[in-house]
């Protein structure tokens, strides 16, 4: 079914106009770039206190308002540039192990940064929570850190790992 469907897009007009539009895939991608930049950066920043590498007297609720709507930004620029690349190039994306892999990865990291969100609603100091619930945080800011930086490898090893 997934071959159907990759065949039939691959088909269209407008996966033909992205795949043969000169310069069209590299400037999706470089907009797809700077789309995981922003993402990875807002991630880096919020998951780095998390951790507790870097102290902060934010409260956990400011922490979420300061970091997770660049975070989401990121994403949306993700989604949108993605699926116009997977529309260029169907077949190439979709039977991809990496790209697969890849695809796990986002679901996954997106999982942990909706339990993230959850996890810094209260309106106090980070340092002001308890033992286990800063234990919580540092684990879903070491995960969600490592995941986003898998799927930026992934996304760099589609074209020579297949």
């Known amino acids: 079914m997934l071959r159907h469907f ?3 897009l691959g088909d269209t007009g407008f996966s033909e106009w992205i795949r043969f539009t000169p310069g069209a895939i590299q400037w999706l991608q470089t907009i797809h770039i ?3 930049a922003a993402l990875i950066g807002a991630a880096f920043l919020l998951d780095m206190r998390l951790v507790g590498a870097v102290r902060t007297p934010d409260t956990a609720a400011h922490l979420r308002r300061r970091f997770l709507p660049s975070h989401w930004a990121g994403f949306a620029v ?8 997977i529309a260029g190039e169907p ?8 790209f697969r892999w890849k695809i796990a990865g986002i679901v996954a990291a997106l ?4 339990g ?11 340092s002001a929570l308890s033992k286990n ?3 919580v945080l540092a684990a879903l800011g070491a995960g969600s850190l490592a995941l986003w ?3 930026g490898l992934a996304g760099r090893f589609i074209a020579y790992i297949g």
């Open 149 to 151: 930086v898998a799927i």
């Open 91 to 98: 077949g190439e994306l979709l039977f991809n192990t990496t």
């Open 34 to 36: 700077l789309g995981l």
């Open 133 to 135: 619930r800063r234990a």
């Open 111 to 114: 999982v942990l940064t909706l």
């Open 116 to 126: 993230v969100r959850a996890a810094l609603s209260e309106d106090a100091p980070l």
């Open 78 to 85: 993700l989604l949108v540039s993605g699926l116009l690349l």
């Open 6 to 8: 990759a065949i039939w």
